[in-house]
């Protein structure tokens, strides 16, 4: 069971706005900042949103994330084929003292 | 480009010890401002932070691992590497290291970049 809740499945059509959840709590989400990770198949992870909104460099303005209170969401707009793939959302926990990531939310593009 | 590089054993034994090293490339282990950590994925599911250690030798571990896990720090080779001892079956995942910058500690924490994994599998 996972610190971070996500939705396991998500999916839209090229060219829609999809949204994925992430719930925590006050010892997580709540008091610290909210990083997503894209992990397309058979690859590593990769940094695609850090301390709530911010994209690295190379990450296409079509992501986007925001948090409010003990939740946080990603969202991606204009959706394209290439968006498939496992999206993880990720806090530092105080509890924990550590980073604690959800389950994972697998994106399908229809 | 700092460039992050899994090696070791992909299979190792019921209650022995997995060892692995990363390998930092295009920057420097020493820096004042990164962590350097292990992450693992079980096959078809979500990932669990192992721990992070400092360029000092400071580390975190993750509770439900701490009694298992150590990491160390080679500076001289720009490597860092992670034993875990007494393993199982459960313990059959990828492996993953990846930087977080030093302020992790202090709740904003982010991991980038990260190497290519290795998949460890625990079997007799």
């Known amino acids: 069971q996972s610190a971070l809740t996500q939705p396991p499945s998500a999916s839209g059509t090229p060219g829609q706005r999809v949204t994925i959840s992430c719930s925590g709590s006050?010892?997580?989400?709540?008091?610290?900042?909210v990083n997503w990770y894209q992990q397309l198949p058979g690859t590593a992870p990769k940094l695609l949103i850090y301390?709530?909104?911010q994209r690295p460099s190379g990450v296409p303005d079509r992501f986007s994330g925001s948090k409010s209170g003990t939740s946080a969401s990603l969202a991606i707009s204009g959706l394209q084929s290439e968006d498939e793939a496992d999206y993880y959302c990720a806090a530092w926990d105080d509890s924990l003292n550590g980073p604690v990531f959800g389950g994972g939310t697998k994106l399908t593009v229809l | 480009q700092v460039h992050l590089q899994e090696s070791g054993p992909g299979l190792v034994k019921p209650s022995q010890t997995l060892s692995l090293t990363c390998t930092v490339s295009?920057?420097?282990?020493?820096?004042?401002?990164?962590?350097w950590n292990w992450i693992r994925q079980p096959p078809g599911k979500g990932l669990e932070w192992i721990g992070y250690i400092y360029y000092s030798g400071s580390t975190n571990y993750n509770p439900s691992l701490k009694s298992r896990v150590t990491i160390s720090v080679d500076t001289s080779k720009n490597q860092f590497s992670l034993k875990l001892s007494s393993v199982t079956a459960a313990d059959t995942a990828v492996y993953y290291c990846?930087?977080?910058?030093?302020?992790?500690?202090?709740?904003?924490?982010?991991?980038?970049?990260w190497g290519q994994g290795t998949l460890v599998t625990v079997s007799s």
């Open positions: 006050s010892s997580n989400i709540g008091s610290n900042t």
């Open positions: 990846a930087r977080a910058p030093q302020y992790c500690s202090g709740g904003n924490c982010w991991f980038d970049p």
């Open positions: 301390s709530n909104n």
């Open positions: 295009g920057g420097s282990i020493s820096s004042a401002d990164y962590y």
